[in-house]
Nanobody, 126 residues
């Protein structure tokens, strides 16, 4: 079992930056690929960004909508993953979820992720 907790959401203005974190406990954090998903009001949950077990540029994959604005990272020593969000837009407003998978890199589907956090609200005002 892996438990995931995401503090750090909030209300920001268009163009602002915000960093989310995801703290993991339980089984070995470094063994899991990680990702952020989000769910906007009235929409299905969607993939945002993922990161593989070893933190390097070759093992990160982004949704087109956030490429160049969002950056994922992880600190395995702290059992924590981060999402740096820059140039935020109102359409980034959503509940953001972190998720963990033991199925390898490049996963974008919800069903590929075994463990989920409870979600944190990010609201971007115009």
């Amino acid at each position: 079992q892996v438990q995931l907790v995401e503090p750090g959401g909030g209300l920001v203005q268009t163009g602002d930056s915000l960093t989310l974190s995801c703290a993991a406990s339980g089984r070995t954090f470094s063994s899991y690929g990680m990702a952020w998903f989000r769910q906007a009001p009235g929409k299905e949950r969607e993939f945002v960004v993922g990161i593989g077990i070893v933190f390097n540029s070759r093992t990160q994959w982004y949704a087109d909508s956030v490429q160049g604005r969002f950056t994922i990272s992880r600190d395995n020593a702290k059992n924590t993953m981060y999402l740096q969000m820059n140039s935020l837009k109102p359409e980034d407003t959503a509940v953001y979820y972190c998720a963990a998978t033991g199925k390898g890199v490049g996963r974008r589907r919800e069903e590929d992720y075994e463990y989920w956090g409870q979600g944190t609200q990010v609201t971007v005002s115009s």
